[in-house]
C-alpha cells in the first residue's frame, strides 16, 4: 500500500505541477467564455435596415406586408430620406412602396435593376396581380451573404396573404385576431411519486452536456495514461519500478494518480464555469430579462453522475494503459487507440436514441454493456429513472468488468512493459494474460 501511495503521489504531483496543466486548466475556461461570449456580442451588433422596394400590382398588400414586418413602427417615408435603423439581433426593414400605374412590368424592372446597382436599395419584391389565388412572388437582391432577409420577408408576406384573404372573405378584426392567435403547448412531466414537473426542454440540455462531459473526459486523460505508460517503456524506466513495485500497484497508481489530476483540473473549470454562469445571469438581469429556467436534479442523480463517471474512466483508462504496454511508440499506439475512440463515439452518440426511448429494451441493454454503460444509463437516469434494481446491475457489471479487464492489463502490462524491438500482437497479449 505504502508503494501503492507513492506512485499516485508521483503521478498527480509530477502532472499538476507541469506547465502544460497550468496552461490547460487556464486557457480552457477561457475559450469556453470566448465562445459563449462572442456570438451574444455579434447578434447585438446594430445592422442597418435592409432597403426594399414593393411592387404591389394587387394593391392590397402593401399595408399589411408593412404591419406584419413591424415596419409601421420605424420609417415608412420613401428611399430618399429613409434613415434606416438596426435592431440588435434582428433584421429590420425599411419598405419603399412602388407606383407601377402606367409603367410596364419591364420598366419596373430595368429602374429597380439601376437603382439596385447603384445601392440605393438593397433589393425589391413584385407581387403580381394574381398572387392572392397563386401566392407566386419575386425577390431580388444582390447580395446572397444574407441569408435572413428573405426567409423574414415570407413569413412577413405570408401573414399579410393571410390577413388580407380574411378580410375579402369578410371576417371581422376580431374573429381575424382569434384566429391568429398562437397556441401554447407546455411538456409536463408526471414523477415516479405522480407529482408534475414542467419540461422546458432543459433535460436535453442536461443529457448532451453530460455525455459530452464524459466523452471528453475519458477521450482526454485516457491519452494521458496511454503517453504516460509509452514514455516510461520508451525511456526503460518500467525496468527501475519493476526492481522495486509489482506491476499490478504501479499500473493501479498510474491509473488512480491520473484520475486524481482530472478531478483537480474538472473542479477548476466547474468552479471557473459556476462563475462564468453567475456573470452571465447577472448580464441578462441587467438587460431585463428575469426569467431564466434551472433544471431541477435531484441529489441522488449526482452520486449516480459520479459513479457512471468512475466507471467509463477506469474501463476505458485501463484499455489505454494495456494498448501503451503493447506498443513501442506513440505512433503506434495512436494507431492502436482509434478501436477505443471509436466505441467512445458510438457511446457518445448512443444519448440520442435513448433519451427518445430510455426503457425500450436496446435502451436497457446497452445500459448494460459495460463500454456503453456510463452514458446510456446516465440518460436513461436523466430522462425517465428506471428501477434501481436497474441501475445497482448496471453498477454491478460495469465494475465488475473494470476489475477483470484490470486483472487481465496487468498481466499484459508486466510482460509488455519489458518489451522492447516490435508491437506485441493481440494473440500474443492473449497468451500473456492467460500465463499464471
Known sequence: MIKFLAVVKREYLQRVRAKMFIVTTILLPVAMSFFALVPILVINIKTPAVRVAVVDQTGKLYDPLRRSLGSDESEQAGANDARPQGRPGLTSFVLEEINAQNQSIDQLRDNLNQRLRARQ?????????????????????????????????????????????????????????????????????????????????????????????????????????????????????????????????????????VSLVALTQLTIWGLAFSAFALFGVNLLASRGVTSFS????????????????????????????????????????????????????????????????????FSFWVSMIPFSAPVAMVVRIVTHTPPFWQIALSLLIGFSSVLVIMWMASRVYRVGMLMYGKRASIPEAWRWARQA
Not at 435531484?298 to 476505458?316: A, E, K, R, T, W
Not at 483508462?317 to 506498443?327: E, F, R
Open 121 to 257: 436599395i438593397d433589393g425589391y419584391m413584385i407581387l403580381p396581380p394574381d398572387f392572392l389565388e397563386h401566392g407566386q412572388a419575386e425577390f431580388f437582391n444582390n447580395n446572397p451573404g444574407d441569408v435572413f432577409a428573405q426567409p423574414t420577408l415570407q413569413s412577413a408576406l405570408g401573414r399579410a396573404v393571410r390577413e388580407q384573404r380574411l378580410i375579402e372573405a369578410k371576417v371581422d378584426n376580431k374573429t381575424r385576431a382569434h384566429l391568429f392567435q398562437p397556441v401554447d403547448l407546455q411538456a409536463v412531466k408526471i414523477g415516479d411519486t405522480g407529482g408534475q414537473e414542467r419540461n422546458s426542454g432543459d433535460t436535453f440540455a442536461v443529457v448532451f452536456g453530460i455525455g459530452f462531459l464524459m466523452y471528453l473526459s475519458i477521450l482526454m486523460y485516457g491519452q494521458i495514461v496511454l503517453g504516460a505508460v509509452i514514455e516510461e517503456k520508451e525511456t526503460r524506466i518500467a525496468e527501475i519500478l519493476f526492481s522495486s513495485v509489482r506491476p499490478f500497484p504501479l499500473m493501479m497508481g498510474k491509473l488512480v494518480g
Open 294 to 361: 434551472i433544471p431541477h436534479i435531484p441529489i441522488s442523480h449526482f452520486l449516480y453522475f459520479g459513479l457512471f463517471f468512475l466507471l467509463g474512466y477506469f474501463i476505458y483508462a485501463t484499455i489505454y494503459a494495456l494498448v501503451g504496454s503493447m506498443v513501442t511508440t506513440a505512433q503506434e499506439g495512436g494507431q492502436l487507440a482509434m478501436p477505443i475512440i471509436v466505441m467512445l463515439v458510438v457511446s457518445f452518440y448512443l444519448f440520442l436514441p435513448v433519451s427518445r426511448s430510455p426503457d425500450s429494451p
